[in-house]
Nanobody, 123 residues
Framework: QAQLVESGGGLVQAGGSLRLSCAAS????????MGWFRQAPGKEREFVAA???????YYTDSVKGRFTISRDNAKNTLYLEMNSLKPEDTAVYYC?????????????????WGQGTQVTVSS
């Protein structure tokens, strides 16, 4: 069983930056792909970015060039660096563990989830 705890969310003006962190425990973090998802009020949870066990990454089109996913296997921590934030990025952001080597882009591919952290971007 993996335990995931997100942090780093908050309120920021449009054009600003935030760095989300996800501390993982309970499983061998370095062996598994990890992902970030988000859910805005009244909308379904959507894929944001994912990273495999050796650092290969994939992003949804709307965040390419603005967000960067990374991992520090020595610290069992996943990161999401978010720049040039827009009001439409406002959502609860969730960290998820795949439990496998290869990344996935659908929520159903991730059995382990954190509780989420709120990101609010004001215009």
């Amino acid at each position: 069983q993996a335990q995931l705890v997100e942090s780093g969310g908050g309120l920021v003006q449009a054009g600003g930056s935030l760095r989300l962190s996800c501390a993982a425990s309970g499983r061998t973090f370095s062996n598994y792909a990890m992902g970030w998802f988000r859910q805005a009020p009244g909308k379904e949870r959507e894929f944001v970015a994912a990273i495999n066990w050796i650092g290969g990454s994939y992003y949804t089109d709307s965040v390419k060039g603005r967000f960067t996913i990374s991992r520090d296997n020595a610290k069992n921590t996943l990161y999401l660096e978010m720049n040039s934030l827009k009001p439409e990025d406002t959502a609860v952001y969730y960290c998820a563990s795949r439990g496998r080597l290869a990344l996935a882009t659908t929520a159903s591919g991730y059995p382990f989830w954190g509780q989420g952290t709120q990101v609010t971007v004001s215009s």
